[in-house]
Nanobody, 125 residues
Framework: QVQLVESGGGLVQAGGSLRLSCAAS????????MGWFRQGPGKEREFVAA???????TYTDSVKGRFTISVDNAKNTVYLQMNSLKPEDTAVYYC???????????????????WGQGTQVTVSS
């Protein structure tokens, strides 16, 4: 059974940093693409970043140069390092897993098979 558990959210001032963690169980990263999505107040869930272990990562334009996605295979954990945070980054952040296929990494939420419960990130101005 696949489980994804996010942690690391909180309240931070604009310009600050946070590192989100997603502890995964029941899957092996080399067979899965791992993604981060977010949903702000009154907004649709949107793609943030995704990684295919040993291959590539991709980011939405608004976070490029500020956020970094990475994996620790030994800990079976995915991270999202968020720097230079802005108030518009305020959202619930979700970790998700998509069974790897020959296609490229998906940025579509409906492609992902498993989701965590989310962690709140609030950036004050």
């Amino acid at each position: 059974q696949v489980q994804l558990v996010e942690s690391g959210g909180g309240l931070v001032q604009a310009g600050g940093s946070l590192r989100l963690s997603c502890a995964a169980s029941g899957l092996i990263f080399k067979f899965w693409d791992m993604g981060w999505f977010r949903q702000g107040p009154g907004k649709e869930r949107e793609f943030v970043a995704a990684i295919r272990t040993g291959a590539t990562s991709t980011y939405t334009d608004s976070v490029k140069g500020r956020f970094t996605i990475s994996v620790d295979n030994a800990k079976n954990t995915v991270y999202l390092q968020m720097n230079s945070l802005k108030p518009e980054d305020t959202a619930v952040y979700y970790c998700a897993a998509d069974l790897r296929s020959p296609r490229s990494i998906s940025v579509e939420a409906n492609a992902y098979d498993y989701w965590g419960q989310g962690t709140q990130v609030t950036v004050s101005s």
